[in-house]
């Protein structure tokens, strides 16, 4: 299995409050994608980084920030969490843009 | 418009037949590659098999190919000899030539497999 690890794996915290996920892989692949899963939606992509420091927005990037500052690491922080944030999120690694995405466990987040 | 459809919200299968989960995708870039994933009920995303644009032959991972039909835009998954354990959510997935990678899904299928 890939090296990648999601954490928490799960979270509660309440409207207003900031919240960081983190993803953390030991492939030292170049990508790094976050990705967001609600039901009827599939996985819709929330923000991606090519390298390090170097991040774009996905298709549904408000209300996220992300940073890479080392390539093992890439962080999604949501800065004042609202109810419709409420989601499974994936974090997924590859080494080139050709080949698979590989996915890390999830965290279920619940902001209440 | 949808970049990828799966028109089927859920499948059943009896064990040891075959089945087809449908994709249809929809892009204007000539350099594509299309994805599948299993999930099963624990939640983990696990990668199924890969088909190129380019690809002249239909993929194939053990009891897993891909039925691509580059004319009709369709990237049909065929699970052969199912297994109880192929019950889970399959999710298609597309990602375009110059997009960094990323992936465009599906709603997913969820796909039974009956004893």
């Known amino acids: 299995d890939a090296g990648i690890t999601q954490s928490p794996r799960h979270k509660v915290t309440e409207t207003g409050t900031p919240v960081t996920l983190r993803c953390h892989q030991t492939?030292?692949?170049?990508?790094m994608y976050w990705y967001r899963q609600d039901p009827g939606h599939g996985l819709r992509l929330i923000h991606y980084?090519?390298?390090?420091?170097?991040?774009d927005k996905g298709e549904v990037s408000d209300g996220y920030s992300v940073s890479r500052s080392k390539t093992e690491d890439f962080l999604l922080t949501l800065e004042s969490a609202t109810s419709s944030q409420t989601s499974v999120y994936f974090c997924?690694?590859?080494?080139?843009?050709?080949?698979?995405?590989?996915f890390g466990d999830g965290t279920r987040l619940s902001i209440l | 418009a949808q970049k990828i459809t799966q028109t089927q919200p859920g499948m059943f299968v009896q064990e040891k037949e075959a089945v087809t989960l449908d994709c249809t995708y929809d892009?204007?870039?000539?350099?594509?590659?299309l994805f599948w994933y299993k999930q099963p009920s624990s939640g983990e995303m696990i990668f199924l098999i890969y088909?190129?644009?380019?690809?002249?032959q239909n993929a194939t991972e053990g009891r897993y190919s891909l039925n691509f039909q580059k004319a009709r835009k369709s990237a049909n998954l065929v699970i052969s000899a199912s297994q109880l354990g192929d019950s889970a959510m399959y999710f298609c997935?597309?990602?375009?030539?110059?997009?960094?990678?990323?992936?465009?899904f599906g709603q997913g299928t969820i796909l039974t497999v009956h004893p």
């Open positions: 997924a690694i590859s080494a080139t843009t050709g080949q698979p995405q590989h």
């Open positions: 492939e030292n692949h170049r990508y």
């Open positions: 980084s090519y390298g390090v420091k170097d991040t």
């Open positions: 892009t204007s870039d000539p350099s594509y590659g």
């Open positions: 997935a597309m990602r375009e030539g110059t997009s960094y990678g990323k992936l465009t």
């Open positions: 088909q190129g644009s380019y690809d002249q």
